[in-house]
Protein backbone atom coordinates (compact mmCIF):
# COMPACT_ATOMS: atom_id res chain seq x y z
CA UNK A 1 0.00 0.00 0.00
CA UNK A 2 1.18 3.23 -1.32
CA UNK A 3 2.07 6.17 1.67
CA UNK A 4 3.93 9.23 1.68
CA UNK A 5 6.11 10.82 4.53
CA UNK A 6 2.56 12.32 6.07
CA UNK A 7 1.31 8.97 6.21
CA UNK A 8 -1.47 9.98 3.87
CA UNK A 9 -3.01 6.97 2.02
CA UNK A 10 -4.24 7.68 -1.77
CA UNK A 11 -7.87 6.48 -2.52
CA UNK A 12 -8.76 5.53 -6.10
CA UNK A 13 -11.65 6.13 -7.41
CA UNK A 14 -12.79 4.34 -10.78
CA UNK A 15 -15.43 6.30 -12.54
CA UNK A 16 -17.22 4.19 -15.88
CA UNK A 17 -19.12 6.69 -17.20
CA UNK A 18 -20.63 6.25 -20.70
CA UNK A 19 -20.78 9.50 -23.23
CA UNK A 20 -22.64 9.41 -26.96
CA UNK A 21 -19.31 7.73 -28.32
CA UNK A 22 -18.89 5.49 -25.71
CA UNK A 23 -16.70 7.13 -24.01
CA UNK A 24 -15.24 5.89 -20.27
CA UNK A 25 -13.47 8.01 -17.21
CA UNK A 26 -11.25 6.55 -15.04
CA UNK A 27 -10.47 8.86 -11.71
CA UNK A 28 -8.14 8.29 -8.72
CA UNK A 29 -7.68 10.50 -5.87
CA UNK A 30 -3.63 11.00 -4.60
CA UNK A 31 -2.50 13.41 -2.09
CA UNK A 32 -0.89 16.22 -4.06
CA UNK A 33 3.63 15.07 -3.40
CA UNK A 34 2.33 11.84 -4.74
CA UNK A 35 4.21 12.61 -7.51
CA UNK A 36 5.90 9.19 -7.77
CA UNK A 37 2.73 7.14 -6.83
CA UNK A 38 1.04 8.44 -9.44
CA UNK A 39 3.92 8.31 -12.43
CA UNK A 40 3.82 4.23 -11.38
CA UNK A 41 0.43 3.98 -11.95
CA UNK A 42 0.16 5.76 -15.27
CA UNK A 43 3.31 2.85 -16.50
CA UNK A 44 1.09 0.48 -15.08
CA UNK A 45 -2.45 -0.41 -15.52
CA UNK A 46 -3.13 3.49 -15.47
CA UNK A 47 -1.28 3.62 -18.73
CA UNK A 48 -2.78 0.56 -20.73
CA UNK A 49 -5.96 1.90 -20.08
CA UNK A 50 -5.38 5.53 -21.51
CA UNK A 51 -4.83 3.55 -24.58
CA UNK A 52 -8.63 2.74 -24.89
CA UNK A 53 -10.25 4.90 -26.68
CA UNK A 54 -13.38 4.72 -24.56
CA UNK A 55 -11.39 5.48 -21.25
CA UNK A 56 -11.02 9.14 -20.11
CA UNK A 57 -8.23 8.95 -17.08
CA UNK A 58 -8.17 11.60 -14.59
CA UNK A 59 -6.44 12.27 -10.99
CA UNK A 60 -8.54 14.08 -8.37
CA UNK A 61 -6.48 16.38 -6.00
CA UNK A 62 -7.16 19.14 -3.43
CA UNK A 63 -5.86 22.52 -4.57
CA UNK A 64 -4.55 23.24 -1.01
CA UNK A 65 -2.09 22.10 1.04
CA UNK A 66 -2.38 21.97 5.07
CA UNK A 67 -0.35 24.89 6.08
CA UNK A 68 0.66 23.27 9.06
CA UNK A 69 3.82 21.44 9.25
CA UNK A 70 3.18 17.92 10.01
CA UNK A 71 5.33 17.64 13.11
CA UNK A 72 3.23 20.41 14.50
CA UNK A 73 -0.39 18.72 14.03
CA UNK A 74 -2.53 16.94 16.03
CA UNK A 75 -3.24 13.96 13.60
CA UNK A 76 -1.12 12.98 10.90
CA UNK A 77 -4.34 12.77 9.00
CA UNK A 78 -5.95 16.08 9.51
CA UNK A 79 -5.15 19.76 9.09
CA UNK A 80 -5.89 21.28 13.21
CA UNK A 81 -2.55 22.86 14.50
CA UNK A 82 -1.13 21.33 17.82
CA UNK A 83 -0.73 24.77 19.17
CA UNK A 84 2.06 23.51 21.80
CA UNK A 85 3.25 25.63 24.76
CA UNK A 86 5.74 24.80 27.25
CA UNK A 87 4.35 26.70 30.93
CA UNK A 88 3.06 23.79 32.33
CA UNK A 89 6.47 21.96 32.56
CA UNK A 90 7.32 20.36 35.94
CA UNK A 91 3.54 21.35 36.93
CA UNK A 92 1.19 18.61 37.83
CA UNK A 93 -1.63 19.42 35.55
CA UNK A 94 -5.52 18.20 36.98
CA UNK A 95 -7.69 17.44 33.94
CA UNK A 96 -10.88 19.02 35.06
CA UNK A 97 -11.34 21.88 37.40
CA UNK A 98 -14.95 23.32 38.83
CA UNK A 99 -16.26 27.16 39.01
CA UNK A 100 -19.37 27.98 40.94
CA UNK A 101 -20.62 30.89 39.90
CA UNK A 102 -23.13 30.53 43.06
CA UNK A 103 -22.73 28.72 46.22
CA UNK A 104 -26.70 27.38 45.34
CA UNK A 105 -25.22 25.71 42.40
CA UNK A 106 -27.15 22.51 42.30
CA UNK A 107 -25.28 19.22 41.18
CA UNK A 108 -26.36 17.16 38.02
CA UNK A 109 -27.38 13.22 38.75
CA UNK A 110 -26.00 11.39 35.69
CA UNK A 111 -25.66 8.01 34.75
CA UNK A 112 -22.54 5.36 34.97
CA UNK A 113 -20.09 4.43 33.15
CA UNK A 114 -19.33 8.10 32.68
CA UNK A 115 -16.20 8.99 30.94
CA UNK A 116 -13.83 11.61 29.47
CA UNK A 117 -11.89 11.13 26.57
CA UNK A 118 -8.71 12.54 25.46
CA UNK A 119 -5.43 12.34 22.88
CA UNK A 120 -1.58 13.02 23.69
CA UNK A 121 0.19 15.46 21.56
CA UNK A 122 3.28 14.90 23.76
CA UNK A 123 3.88 12.12 26.14
CA UNK A 124 2.47 12.79 29.62
CA UNK A 125 2.79 10.89 32.86
CA UNK A 126 -0.47 9.72 34.64
CA UNK A 127 0.10 10.22 38.09
CA UNK A 128 -3.18 10.11 39.93
CA UNK A 129 -6.70 9.03 38.87
CA UNK A 130 -10.03 11.04 40.49
CA UNK A 131 -13.69 11.05 41.25
CA UNK A 132 -16.04 13.72 41.80
CA UNK A 133 -17.19 13.18 45.62
CA UNK A 134 -18.48 16.33 47.52
CA UNK A 135 -20.22 15.23 50.42
CA UNK A 136 -18.22 13.22 53.19
CA UNK A 137 -16.35 9.75 52.06
CA UNK A 138 -18.38 8.26 54.87
CA UNK A 139 -21.91 8.84 52.99
CA UNK A 140 -20.17 6.56 49.54
CA UNK A 141 -22.53 3.86 50.18
CA UNK A 142 -21.34 2.02 46.57
CA UNK A 143 -17.46 1.47 45.73
CA UNK A 144 -16.46 3.05 42.38
CA UNK A 145 -14.08 1.64 39.93
CA UNK A 146 -12.04 4.58 37.86
CA UNK A 147 -9.73 3.26 35.38
CA UNK A 148 -7.48 4.55 32.66
CA UNK A 149 -8.74 2.47 29.53
CA UNK A 150 -6.54 2.69 26.09
CA UNK A 151 -8.92 3.54 23.65
CA UNK A 152 -7.07 2.04 20.52
CA UNK A 153 -5.81 -1.66 22.29
CA UNK A 154 -9.62 -1.93 24.19
CA UNK A 155 -7.41 -2.90 27.33
CA UNK A 156 -7.21 -1.27 31.08
CA UNK A 157 -4.07 0.50 31.50
CA UNK A 158 -4.51 1.20 35.52
CA UNK A 159 -7.14 1.61 38.01
CA UNK A 160 -8.42 2.16 41.55
CA UNK A 161 -11.25 1.92 43.68
CA UNK A 162 -12.88 4.74 45.56
CA UNK A 163 -15.20 3.52 49.07
CA UNK A 164 -16.08 5.25 52.21
CA UNK A 165 -13.39 2.92 53.89
CA UNK A 166 -10.63 3.86 51.16
CA UNK A 167 -11.79 7.55 49.77
CA UNK A 168 -8.22 8.57 48.65
CA UNK A 169 -6.92 12.39 49.14
CA UNK A 170 -9.78 14.86 49.01
CA UNK A 171 -8.64 17.99 46.43
CA UNK A 172 -11.39 20.47 45.87
CA UNK A 173 -14.78 18.47 44.62
CA UNK A 174 -12.54 15.49 43.70
CA UNK A 175 -10.87 12.28 45.56
CA UNK A 176 -7.84 11.44 44.09
CA UNK A 177 -5.66 8.22 44.77
CA UNK A 178 -1.95 7.88 43.20
CA UNK A 179 -1.64 5.16 40.54
CA UNK A 180 1.79 3.26 39.14
CA UNK A 181 3.05 6.18 36.71
CA UNK A 182 2.80 5.24 32.85
CA UNK A 183 4.40 7.34 30.08
CA UNK A 184 1.31 8.02 27.80
CA UNK A 185 2.92 8.51 24.07
CA UNK A 186 1.80 11.16 21.73
CA UNK A 187 -1.32 9.85 19.85
CA UNK A 188 -2.43 7.57 22.33
CA UNK A 189 -6.37 7.82 22.63
CA UNK A 190 -7.35 6.97 25.91
CA UNK A 191 -10.43 7.67 28.93
CA UNK A 192 -10.72 7.54 32.14
CA UNK A 193 -14.17 5.92 32.96
CA UNK A 194 -16.11 5.67 36.45
CA UNK A 195 -18.42 3.08 37.23
CA UNK A 196 -20.29 1.42 39.93
CA UNK A 197 -17.72 -2.06 41.38
CA UNK A 198 -21.07 -4.10 41.71
CA UNK A 199 -22.38 -3.50 37.79
CA UNK A 200 -22.27 -1.90 35.04
CA UNK A 201 -24.87 0.59 35.31
CA UNK A 202 -25.42 3.52 37.93
CA UNK A 203 -26.05 7.00 39.22
CA UNK A 204 -23.62 9.51 40.37
CA UNK A 205 -24.19 12.91 41.23
CA UNK A 206 -21.40 15.42 39.61
CA UNK A 207 -20.59 18.71 39.36
CA UNK A 208 -23.29 21.40 37.95
CA UNK A 209 -20.82 24.09 37.81
CA UNK A 210 -19.03 25.22 35.06
CA UNK A 211 -16.03 22.81 34.11
CA UNK A 212 -12.62 23.79 32.65
CA UNK A 213 -10.81 21.31 30.95
CA UNK A 214 -7.15 21.84 31.34
CA UNK A 215 -4.71 20.81 28.31
CA UNK A 216 -1.07 21.53 30.28
CA UNK A 217 -0.58 23.76 27.01
CA UNK A 218 -2.03 21.67 24.61
CA UNK A 219 -0.27 18.45 25.20
CA UNK A 220 -3.60 16.84 25.49
CA UNK A 221 -6.73 17.53 23.91
CA UNK A 222 -10.18 16.26 24.50
CA UNK A 223 -12.47 14.52 22.52
CA UNK A 224 -15.99 14.67 22.70
CA UNK A 225 -18.33 12.35 22.11
CA UNK A 226 -22.40 12.63 20.94
CA UNK A 227 -24.01 10.91 23.99
CA UNK A 228 -27.28 8.45 22.44
CA UNK A 229 -30.18 6.68 24.69
CA UNK A 230 -33.02 4.72 23.30
CA UNK A 231 -35.20 5.12 26.75
CA UNK A 232 -34.99 6.98 29.61
CA UNK A 233 -33.10 5.25 32.71
CA UNK A 234 -35.29 4.67 35.93
CA UNK A 235 -34.30 5.45 39.25
CA UNK A 236 -36.86 4.89 41.84
CA UNK A 237 -34.81 7.56 44.01
CA UNK A 238 -35.58 10.07 42.14
CA UNK A 239 -39.08 11.67 41.42
CA UNK A 240 -39.89 11.53 38.15
CA UNK A 241 -40.20 15.04 37.33
CA UNK A 242 -36.61 15.82 38.35
CA UNK A 243 -35.60 12.14 36.27
CA UNK A 244 -36.71 13.45 33.00
CA UNK A 245 -35.78 17.36 33.62
CA UNK A 246 -31.62 15.97 33.90
CA UNK A 247 -32.40 13.93 30.73
CA UNK A 248 -33.76 16.50 29.10
CA UNK A 249 -31.48 19.03 29.90
CA UNK A 250 -28.72 16.16 28.62
CA UNK A 251 -29.81 13.95 26.01
CA UNK A 252 -33.21 14.84 24.17
CA UNK A 253 -34.51 17.88 22.05
CA UNK A 254 -38.29 18.01 23.32
CA UNK A 255 -38.84 20.94 21.31
CA UNK A 256 -38.98 19.33 17.84
CA UNK A 257 -42.25 16.51 17.55
CA UNK A 258 -40.62 14.77 14.82
CA UNK A 259 -37.76 13.91 16.60
CA UNK A 260 -38.99 13.78 20.03
CA UNK A 261 -37.88 9.90 21.04
CA UNK A 262 -34.93 10.10 19.14
CA UNK A 263 -31.85 10.02 20.77
CA UNK A 264 -29.37 13.00 19.57
CA UNK A 265 -25.88 14.84 20.21
CA UNK A 266 -25.15 15.89 24.22
CA UNK A 267 -25.32 19.13 24.14
CA UNK A 268 -23.89 19.41 28.24
CA UNK A 269 -21.33 16.44 27.81
CA UNK A 270 -18.95 18.65 30.17
CA UNK A 271 -22.06 17.62 32.68
CA UNK A 272 -20.83 13.78 31.90
CA UNK A 273 -17.71 13.91 33.66
CA UNK A 274 -17.23 11.83 36.96
CA UNK A 275 -13.89 11.15 36.95
CA UNK A 276 -10.56 13.27 36.63
CA UNK A 277 -7.01 12.78 36.06
CA UNK A 278 -3.45 14.54 36.92
CA UNK A 279 -0.61 14.15 34.99
CA UNK A 280 2.95 15.42 34.50
CA UNK A 281 4.57 16.33 31.37
CA UNK A 282 7.24 14.01 29.81
CA UNK A 283 10.46 15.02 27.98
CA UNK A 284 10.31 18.68 28.91
CA UNK A 285 13.24 19.37 26.92
CA UNK A 286 12.10 18.19 23.91
CA UNK A 287 9.30 19.92 24.09
CA UNK A 288 10.88 23.13 25.00
CA UNK A 289 12.98 22.60 22.08
CA UNK A 290 9.68 21.73 19.89
CA UNK A 291 8.23 24.97 20.67
CA UNK A 292 10.84 26.74 19.63
CA UNK A 293 11.72 25.68 16.45
CA UNK A 294 7.56 26.43 15.27
CA UNK A 295 8.85 29.74 13.13
CA UNK A 296 11.41 27.96 11.47
CA UNK A 297 9.68 24.66 10.60
CA UNK A 298 6.82 27.13 9.30
CA UNK A 299 9.25 28.62 7.25
CA UNK A 300 10.62 25.52 5.98
CA UNK A 301 7.52 23.78 5.21
CA UNK A 302 5.88 26.77 3.33
CA UNK A 303 9.09 26.24 1.33
CA UNK A 304 8.05 22.79 0.78
CA UNK A 305 3.93 23.48 -0.16
CA UNK A 306 5.40 26.16 -2.77
CA UNK A 307 7.82 23.37 -4.43
CA UNK A 308 5.09 20.57 -4.69
CA UNK A 309 2.33 23.25 -6.20
CA UNK A 310 5.25 24.48 -9.31
CA UNK A 311 6.06 20.67 -9.52
CA UNK A 312 2.43 19.78 -9.31
CA UNK A 313 1.15 22.29 -12.37
CA UNK A 314 4.66 21.36 -14.53
CA UNK A 315 2.72 17.44 -13.93
CA UNK A 316 -0.44 18.75 -14.85
CA UNK A 317 1.38 20.79 -17.80
CA UNK A 318 2.55 17.53 -19.05
CA UNK A 319 0.22 14.81 -18.52
CA UNK A 320 -3.48 16.65 -18.38
CA UNK A 321 -4.69 14.18 -15.97
CA UNK A 322 -5.06 16.06 -12.89
CA UNK A 323 -8.31 17.50 -11.64
CA UNK A 324 -7.83 19.98 -8.89
CA UNK A 325 -10.85 19.81 -6.35
CA UNK A 326 -11.88 23.03 -3.69
CA UNK A 327 -10.23 21.18 -0.82
CA UNK A 328 -7.48 20.78 1.78
CA UNK A 329 -5.27 17.96 0.88
CA UNK A 330 -5.75 16.13 4.31
CA UNK A 331 -6.30 11.80 4.58
CA UNK A 332 -9.54 12.80 6.48
CA UNK A 333 -11.08 15.33 3.60
CA UNK A 334 -11.00 11.87 0.64
CA UNK A 335 -14.84 12.08 1.45
CA UNK A 336 -14.83 15.60 0.85
CA UNK A 337 -12.54 14.81 -2.48
CA UNK A 338 -14.43 12.13 -2.86
CA UNK A 339 -17.95 14.19 -3.21
CA UNK A 340 -16.54 16.86 -4.98
CA UNK A 341 -15.88 14.66 -7.45
CA UNK A 342 -19.04 13.43 -8.04
CA UNK A 343 -20.00 17.10 -8.13
CA UNK A 344 -17.68 17.69 -11.08
CA UNK A 345 -19.16 14.40 -12.67
CA UNK A 346 -22.78 15.36 -12.61
CA UNK A 347 -21.46 19.16 -13.95
CA UNK A 348 -19.56 17.65 -16.60
CA UNK A 349 -20.09 14.69 -17.60
CA UNK A 350 -22.71 12.34 -18.73
CA UNK A 351 -22.54 8.89 -17.86
CA UNK A 352 -23.82 6.05 -16.07
CA UNK A 353 -21.82 4.18 -13.44
CA UNK A 354 -19.38 4.94 -11.19
CA UNK A 355 -17.12 2.28 -9.97
CA UNK A 356 -14.87 2.89 -6.86
CA UNK A 357 -11.47 0.66 -5.83
CA UNK A 358 -8.66 1.09 -3.66
CA UNK A 359 -4.88 1.58 -4.11
CA UNK A 360 -3.94 -1.32 -3.47
CA UNK A 361 -6.18 -3.41 -6.05
CA UNK A 362 -5.21 -3.86 -9.59
CA UNK A 363 -7.73 -3.03 -12.34
CA UNK A 364 -8.34 -5.81 -14.71
CA UNK A 365 -10.01 -3.05 -17.52
CA UNK A 366 -10.57 -4.83 -19.88
CA UNK A 367 -12.52 -7.93 -17.94
CA UNK A 368 -14.20 -4.65 -16.08
CA UNK A 369 -16.05 -3.92 -19.20
CA UNK A 370 -16.76 -6.94 -20.86
CA UNK A 371 -18.15 -7.74 -17.91
CA UNK A 372 -20.18 -4.61 -18.08
CA UNK A 373 -21.39 -5.26 -21.09
CA UNK A 374 -22.24 -9.13 -20.67
CA UNK A 375 -24.48 -7.78 -17.64
CA UNK A 376 -27.39 -6.31 -17.36
CA UNK A 377 -27.42 -3.86 -14.55
CA UNK A 378 -30.33 -1.80 -13.67
CA UNK A 379 -29.07 2.15 -14.74
CA UNK A 380 -31.01 3.49 -11.37
CA UNK A 381 -31.03 3.01 -8.06
CA UNK A 382 -28.06 0.75 -8.21
CA UNK A 383 -25.36 -0.01 -5.75
CA UNK A 384 -22.67 -2.86 -7.00
CA UNK A 385 -20.19 -4.62 -4.54
CA UNK A 386 -19.01 -6.78 -1.94
CA UNK A 387 -21.25 -5.44 1.25
CA UNK A 388 -20.54 -5.31 4.86
CA UNK A 389 -23.17 -5.60 7.60
CA UNK A 390 -23.45 -4.58 11.10
CA UNK A 391 -20.11 -2.98 10.56
CA UNK A 392 -18.91 -1.32 14.35
CA UNK A 393 -18.63 2.37 14.40
CA UNK A 394 -14.89 2.96 15.17
CA UNK A 395 -14.82 6.00 17.82
CA UNK A 396 -10.72 6.12 17.98
CA UNK A 397 -8.06 5.90 15.38
CA UNK A 398 -7.61 6.93 11.86
CA UNK A 399 -11.43 5.92 10.62
CA UNK A 400 -12.58 7.71 13.64
CA UNK A 401 -16.71 8.94 14.25
CA UNK A 402 -17.36 10.95 16.80
CA UNK A 403 -20.61 11.80 16.57
CA UNK A 404 -22.22 9.13 14.12
CA UNK A 405 -25.41 8.49 16.14
CA UNK A 406 -25.48 4.38 15.97
CA UNK A 407 -22.99 1.76 16.99
CA UNK A 408 -22.66 0.31 13.85
CA UNK A 409 -23.06 1.46 10.18
CA UNK A 410 -25.80 0.50 7.63
CA UNK A 411 -25.13 -1.90 5.00
CA UNK A 412 -21.89 -0.56 2.49
CA UNK A 413 -20.10 -1.97 -0.16
CA UNK A 414 -16.14 -2.44 0.56
CA UNK A 415 -13.84 0.11 -0.83
CA UNK A 416 -12.00 -2.68 -3.18
CA UNK A 417 -14.10 -2.26 -5.60
CA UNK A 418 -17.77 -0.83 -5.97
CA UNK A 419 -20.05 0.56 -8.28
CA UNK A 420 -22.67 3.64 -8.44
CA UNK A 421 -25.32 4.37 -11.34
CA UNK A 422 -25.47 8.11 -12.62
CA UNK A 423 -28.23 8.42 -10.36
CA UNK A 424 -27.33 8.01 -7.23
CA UNK A 425 -24.07 9.83 -7.68
CA UNK A 426 -25.74 13.16 -8.57
CA UNK A 427 -27.81 12.10 -5.35
CA UNK A 428 -24.73 12.48 -3.25
CA UNK A 429 -23.61 15.91 -5.51
CA UNK A 430 -27.22 17.36 -5.16
CA UNK A 431 -27.44 17.28 -1.41
CA UNK A 432 -23.89 17.73 -0.53
CA UNK A 433 -23.29 20.63 1.71
Request: aromatic share 12%; charged share 20%.
Amino acid sequence: MATNQNFWLFSILLAVVSLALGYFLVQLTPARDNFEERQSLRDSWFGFAQSNERLMLKFIVGNEDCLTHPEYRRSPYGCTPSNLSYENIDKEVMAVNISRTSQEEKDVAVPLPSRISFQVHHPIIIQKLGLYWRGASSSMTSTYQVYLFDDMNEETVVQVMFSSSSPGVSLGDYLFKPVESFILPKDFQGSVVVKPLAGDYGWLVTPGGSLTLETGGNVISYMQFSVFITELPKNPAMKERERVLIWLKVMYRWDEPQTANLPIISKDVSDMFAGNFMFLIHGSEELMETVKQTDEKRQEWSTEIDRVQKRLQEENKKHRDIVLVDAVDTYQNLPLKVLLFHKWLTDNVDFKYLLKTDDDCFLNIRHILKTINKTTFPESNAWWGNFRYNWAVQRHGKWAEHHYPTTAYPAFACGSGNMLSADLVKWTAKNYR
